[in-house]
């Protein structure tokens, strides 16, 4: 089955740090890039950063340019997702989400998400 | 960044009523458009690719519109499972961007 599970959400303090995991599975990993995609609580779907499948293009979304930093290991068919100085606007549940195909950035498999909540 | 402007935000319909959904988006993004469902508690889940193709496994009653800067999504019959919101998002350009959201609740 072809799957992605996001891990390493939870509550941090503001300005702390996290670092989110995404295990893929049931497909050659290294072929697709991939995205982070959250949502916060109420609100709609926004883009946070994309990495494609060899892992030298990427992205990322202002709000969190110069804090995240997106990474991959495919020996691992792995997707991480390291967040520093986080802002009480970061608390959101993010996803790990697939490119459909190269070059297409529909998301056509998604993981079931990790709450990350930014307070004191 | 292209801005994409989605409305309604919600809507209320029958089970049977066809549904419409608009997309605008800040410049022209050619067909460079996808659909999305989100249901509460499930990940979000891909209807439509470039602006008018069905997703394989996708109800037939989903359909999509539209290039440059202007698209219709549709739900020909609505269906009580339909109940979640959908978002529309372009990839012309980086930063990918979302429409607002529109909720779709079953009268």
């Known amino acids: 089955e072809v799957q992605l599970v996001e891990s390493g959400g939870g509550l941090v303090p503001p300005g702390g740090s996290l670092r989110l995991s995404c295990a893929a599975s049931g497909f050659t990993f290294n072929n697709y890039d991939i995205n982070w995609v959250r949502q916060a609580p109420g609100k709609g779907l926004e883009w946070v950063s994309y990495i494609s499948g060899t892992g030298t293009s990427i992205y990322y979304a202002d709000s969190v340019k110069g804090r995240f930093t997106i990474s991959r290991d495919n020996a691992k068919n792995s997707l991480y997702l390291q967040m520093n100085s986080l802002r009480a606007e970061d608390t959101a549940v993010y996803y790990c989400?697939?490119?459909?195909?190269?070059?297409?950035?529909?998301?056509?498999?998604w993981g079931q998400g990790t709450m990350v909540t930014v307070s004191s | 960044d292209i801005q994409m402007t989605q409305s309604p935000s919600s809507l209320s319909a029958s089970v049977g009523d066809r549904v419409t959904i608009t997309c605008q988006a800040s410049q022209d993004i050619s067909n460079f458009l996808n659909w999305y469902q989100l249901r509460p508690g499930k990940a979000p889940n891909l209807l439509i690719y470039d602006a008018s193709n069905l997703e394989t496994g996708v109800p037939s009653r989903f359909s999509g519109s539209g290039s440059g800067t202007d698209f219709t999504f549709t739900i020909s019959s609505l269906q009580p499972e339909d109940s979640a919101t959908y978002y529309c998002q372009q990839y012309d350009n980086f930063p990918l961007t979302f429409g607002g959201g529109t909720k779709v609740e079953i009268k």
């Open positions: 989400a697939r490119d459909r195909i190269v070059g297409e950035r529909s998301f056509d498999i």
